[in-house]
């Protein structure tokens, strides 16, 4: 139904994608696969009139495009959700999946019609939201929720979806993994971002892999192993993931005793962390362990218990006095809690950094300086590309994950927490965060890893808290650190 040749776009010269053919057929998941900044967001903007395209050929059921504005494309039939969203934070819920396509008659003379398809929009794709909330309160995931819900209200031919689940919890994924393949028995194609590979093996027909903005192959994906993928990606064959860490646990750094937050997302939690080792908070997105983080990081309120840095209780925990105290935090989600995305790289990773002394003198930066101490940690992340003063915006999506990272390595803190490091990180460059922890550790730090990804578990912790419905349920030591043994505990019942 739809079929690209020889699409190439450049930014200032530099193509971003250069000469790829794409093709989708009716009731098709075609995965998008590559490393960050390979071009896939680039070609699904293209694709979806977003960005115009100079050179290339495009067709849609037979029939050749010349010109794409998003209006158009709306109009054949082809709906996005990007990385990056686009909702109106002071509009409802309704009025957000509803937006520009208010009909002749106007916003408020259908309201109660607009309510009632949301209503059943929603309804059908098993999602639940507050309908009449500003979105400005949603979180990531209810956001990520509405996009889908907007790109659903006209029924299109074509879906694209760029990393949809880099957000949802467990059960929500469900949903949208039953949405996708409603869909595809109705007939609609979907064009399907992840670097998830056990997404891209349940859901895809086939996959296209791009490496440096140009197509390196499309495979049928029941024909092609992960490690043919990965290979395909990183154009050699994949080395090993996980470093060795040399784990040295030394005094207790950070004890939390009995912690219960206001909201209840955490229920008596206790663990330690000690100088020198990786402890790893596993269970399922929306166990707890995110909110157990913030929580350290005095993001969250506390009702009860005790959060403990070298012994020494910490009255009133706030980000600032935290940083201040040597405890660096990592949000989950970059977008809204992490970067100021139309700042500078450069600012961007030096953010919470600035009052280093090296960094600042009185009230005026000393700018070289600032551009010479985020050298290394950009370099050490594999920036791509090095260009600190572009803006965070202008990064693909993995590349911004590594800026956000680099605010953490531009002073030694004692103290970090992670809450999904690799999220939206390509393979190479997964390596790179985990090198980095392990760099972290070897020095004496003492890190908190909160992750949805086992094997990350299991290779980089020297010991596991496995959460579940926000109560700590188990603590497993290295030596029984296996996939099954953390899984086995998911589900509370070994508690
Ligand atoms: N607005 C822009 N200005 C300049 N360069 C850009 C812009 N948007 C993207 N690029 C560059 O185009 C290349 C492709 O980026 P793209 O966002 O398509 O990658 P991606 O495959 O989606 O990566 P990710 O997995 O990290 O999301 C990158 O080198 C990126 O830096
Ligand atoms: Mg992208």
Redesign the pocket.
């Known amino acids: 139904m739809l079929e690209v040749t020889g699409f190439t ?1 450049r ?2 010269g ?1 193509a ?2 250069d000469n790829v053919d794409f093709s989708l057929n009716e009731g098709e998941v075609h995965a ?1 696969l ?12 293209l694709i979806a009139g977003t960005f115009p395209w100079a050179e290339g050929v495009y067709r849609i059921n037979g029939r050749t495009i010349t010109s794409l504005t998003p209006h158009v494309a709306q109009e054949i039939g082809i709906a996005a959700v990007f ?1 990056e969203f686009s909702l109106v934070p002071d509009l409802t819920v309704v009025e957000n999946i509803f937006l520009g396509r208010e009909q002749s008659s106007g916003l408020f003379l259908k309201r109660k019609q607009m309510r009632q398809a949301a209503v059943e929009l929603l309804d059908s794709l098993g999602f639940h939201l507050p309908l009449d909330e500003n979105v400005a309160f949603l979180s990531r995931a209810q956001k990520q929720m509405v996009e889908i819900a907007k790109a659903l209200r006209m029924s299109p031919k074509v879906l694209i979806l ?2 949809p689940t880099a957000s949802l919890t467990d059960g929500e994924a469900e949903k949208l993994f039953n949405a996708v393949a409603l869909l595809k028995a109705r007939g609609v194609g979907i064009i399907y ?1 992840s ?1 998830r590979m056990s997404e891209i093996r349940n859901l895809s027909d086939r996959v296209t892999v ?1 490496r440096g ?1 140009k197509k390196i192959g499309t495979v049928v994906t029941a024909e092609i192993s992960d490690e043919g993928l990965i290979e395909m990606m990183v154009g050699r064959p994949v080395e090993q993931l996980f470093p060795k860490i040399e784990h040295k646990p030394g005094p207790v750094r950070l004890e939390v005793r009995d912690l219960t937050t206001e909201k209840r997302s955490v229920i008596g939690a206790s663990f330690t962390a000690r100088a020198g080792e990786v402890v790893g908070l596993a269970g399922l997105v929306g166990c707890g362990r995110s909110e157990l983080c913030r929580a350290v990081f005095g993001l969250e309120v506390v009702e009860t218990g005790a959060i403990m840095l070298d012994d020494k209780a910490v009255e009133r925990p706030t980000p600032t006095s935290m940083l201040a105290a040597n405890v660096c935090y990592f949000p989950a989600d970059r977008g809204s809690e992490g970067l100021a995305l139309a700042r500078s790289a450069r600012e961007n990773a030096t953010m919470s950094s600035l009052d280093l002394p090296e960094l600042s003198s009185g009230p005026v930066l000393k700018f070289w300086r600032e551009n010479e101490t985020i050298k290394t940690p950009l370099a050490n992340l594999a920036l ?2 090095m ?1 600190p003063e ?2 965070a ?9 590594k800026l956000m990272l680099a605010r953490g390595l531009m002073k030694p803190f004692e103290v970090y927490l992670f809450d999904e490091p690799t999220v ?3 393979v190479g ?1 997964k390596a790179d965060v985990y090198n980095l922890i392990k760099s972290l550790v070897e020095a004496g730090a003492c890190v908190v890893v909160s992750t949805s990804e086992l094997p990350e578990l299991i290779n980089l912790a020297s010991r596991v808290y496995v959460m579940h419905e926000g109560k700590v349920v188990a603590e497993l030591a290295k030596h029984e650190l296996s996939e099954a043994q953390v899984l086995s505990h998911y589900f509370g019942g070994h508690a």
């Open positions: 776009k930014f200032r530099v971003a994608l998008l590559g490393e960050n900044g390979a071009g896939k967001s680039t070609l699904i903007n990385q760029d990393e971002v670097h791009l903005g791509r590309p260009a572009r803006k915006s202008a990064f693909s999506g993995g590349n911004q994950q939206g990180i390509d460059a």
